[in-house]
């Protein structure tokens, strides 16, 4: 069964603007971490929030996690073309062996 | 840069062949995966190890076997290919002593049974 479940499945913006993804989660986490993936290619790790963290900078990149919602969000500022993708969370539980992903939102910003 | 690398990366074989994915990095990472995705899907954990001589199925029932000889080599099997065995197949990596288990992915190899 999936642990995480991002939302929306599909985002369209225009370049300059914010895109937000959310993630929902199950059980009690470890940490939590989003991933990017371009069409056809292997993911690429972006930036992991531990659970007694509810705010992470990096870069144009924001998430927030509230447990007592079980619930993450990423936000890329100012978005340019080259962050088309698809933007997958991951949770790895307190007792957990690997990394469980979501189904992954899919970001198409246009110019 | 994860140095973590796939071959082949597109793969068109037929039906009952027996076909292997190779996995090697060179990061001297302990924990190695395999994922398995369809196109605009999620992920799904097919195996894992945590060492040399250390696999262990994965959430996602598969009839793919692996093998860890080597700590940099991680090879996926498939004795008897299927249609329904297409997809991508995606290794990856992360070391245990790193916080938070970083998982490194390679580009993936995508195979189609036809």
């Known amino acids: 069964s999936q642990q995480g479940e991002e939302d929306p499945q599909a985002l369209s913006i225009q370049e300059g603007e914010n895109a937000t993804m959310n993630c929902s989660y199950k059980t009690s986490i470890n940490n939590l971490q989003w991933y990017r993936q371009n069409s056809g290619r292997g993911l690429v790790h972006l930036i992991l929030i531990r659970s007694n963290e509810r705010e992470k900078h990096s870069g144009r990149l924001r998430v927030t996690l509230d447990t007592s919602k079980k619930s993450s969000s990423l936000l890329i500022t100012a978005s340019r073309a080259a962050d088309t993708a698809s933007y997958f969370c991951?949770?790895?539980?307190?007792?957990?062996?690997?990394?469980?992903f979501g189904k992954g939102t899919t970001l198409s910003v246009s110019s | 840069e994860a140095d973590i690398y796939q071959t082949p990366r597109y793969l068109v074989i037929g039906t009952g062949k027996k076909i292997t994915l190779e996995c090697s990095q060179t990061m001297g990472h302990d924990k190695m995966y395999w994922y398995q995705q369809d196109p605009g899907m999620e992920l799904h954990l097919i195996h894992y190890?945590?060492?040399?001589?250390?696999?262990e199925k994965g959430d996602l029932s598969s009839e793919s076997t692996v093998s860890r000889i080597r700590t940099e080599h991680f090879p996926l099997t498939l004795e008897s290919a299927r249609p329904s065995h297409t997809s991508q197949y995606l290794c990856?990596?992360?070391?245990?002593?790193?916080?938070?288990?970083?998982?490194?992915f390679g580009e993936g190899s995508w195979l189609t049974v036809v």
């Open positions: 190890s945590y060492g040399v001589n250390s696999t």
């Open positions: 991951a949770t790895r539980s307190q007792a957990g062996t690997a990394l469980i």
């Open positions: 990856a990596s992360s070391e245990s002593r790193t916080q938070g288990n970083t998982i490194y």
